[in-house]
């Protein structure tokens, strides 16, 4: 019995690691996003924290405009600049994009 809880916990704890493998922070810079994304101040994009602003509250629809599903909210007219961007994030996983959204958010 003592074993079988061993083996439980052990389980556990690998599997929330697992979990918390994908890195957002290090994948926005890894994919070139920081490139035109400064946290504060707007470049070529607008600023994490605009951005941050615009999708409070709503890490799915984040997550969607990841995906290429969403329509633009925070600068529509340079949309264009942006959409050929998400080619980078292509064959990532949804827990993936889900921790970039979640970094972006946290801004
Ligand atoms: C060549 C410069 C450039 C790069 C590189 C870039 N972006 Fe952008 N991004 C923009 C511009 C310009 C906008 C404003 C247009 C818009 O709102 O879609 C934007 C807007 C956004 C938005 C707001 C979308 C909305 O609803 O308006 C998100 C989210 C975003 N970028 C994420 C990313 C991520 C993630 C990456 C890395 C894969 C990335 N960007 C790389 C230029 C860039």
Redesign the pocket.
Known sequence: MKKVMVALAVSAVVSVSGAMAADGGQL?KS???A???NPTVDT???SLKK?AQ??KGNVEG?VK??KGE???????A??G???P??N??KGLSDEELKA?AEF?LKH
Request: proline share 6%.
């Open positions: 926005f994919k070139g996003c490139g035109c994304h070529v994009g607008p951005i615009a999708y984040l405009f990841l969403g329509k633009a909210i925070v600068d529509p340079r949309e600049i942006m959409k961007q998400l980078s994030l970039i972006m």
